[in-house]
């Protein structure tokens, strides 16, 4: 279970045995969804194969905002509101066919519930995602569109050929121009 992209940066090593003891197979085929957008999340799982995009939808106008990726060797699922069943705050689908070893949210908490150890891994686990949401924002606030895209793709060397230009532009918060503008700028040492 090769990661192509990205790099987590903290050890998850007992979730990710726990998905491959406990979990359930599921192959997802491109553009199948895993969650839905303002119903309960259900799901939680390690991606063997494949890729997942998030996606809202603008409030007046509908339109699809990409805002989260998850690769080979990462985890994919609306955390922490697969946990308790709340409305999935995303569209959690597949980009290409995707193998994932899938638990539900009730199978976390038994899994949660066992030890102080795996109760101080809830707390690891929301921490890091706090982490990530925050550097997200920020990079929103302090990088140009080029300084996000060159961040993406030190985060996630490869992306480009395995994903359409839009659905990294939306990501970037960029229009699909700007991104081949950058591009451009970038190949030809601008």
């Keep these: 279970m090769e990661q192509r992209f990205g790099?987590?940066?903290?050890?998850l090593q007992v979730l990710r045995d726990f998905c491959e003891r406990e979990g359930e197979r599921v192959t997802y085929e491109k553009g199948e969804q895993m969650e839905r957008e303002d119903e309960a999340a259900r799901w939680f799982g390690f991606v063997a194969d494949g890729c997942?995009?998030?996606v809202a939808h603008g409030i007046s106008d509908s339109r699809e905002h990409i805002t989260w990726f998850?690769?080979?060797g990462e985890y994919v699922g609306d955390y922490p509101a697969c946990l308790d069943g709340r409305p999935s705050m995303t569209t959690i689908e597949a980009m290409v066919p995707s193998r994932v070893l899938r638990v539900s949210g009730e199978q976390m908490i038994s899994l949660f519930r066992q030890s102080i150890e795996t109760m101080e891994l809830r707390a690891v686990i929301g921490e890091h995602l706090l982490s990530q949401a925050r550097a997200r924002y920020l990079d929103f606030h302090r990088t140009t569109?080029?300084?996000r895209y060159e961040l993406l793709m030190r985060r996630c060397p490869g992306i480009v050929e395995h994903l359409p230009l839009n659905a990294i532009a939306s990501f970037l918060n960029i229009t699909p121009k700007t991104i081949s503008m950058i591009r451009r700028d970038i190949t030809f040492g601008q």
Excluded: G, L, M
Excluded at 7 to 11: K, P, Q, T, V, Y
């Design 70 to 72: 998850s690769f080979a």
């Design 145 to 147: 569109p080029r300084e």
């Design 52 to 54: 997942f995009k998030y």
């Design 7 to 11: 790099i987590n940066s903290i050890d």
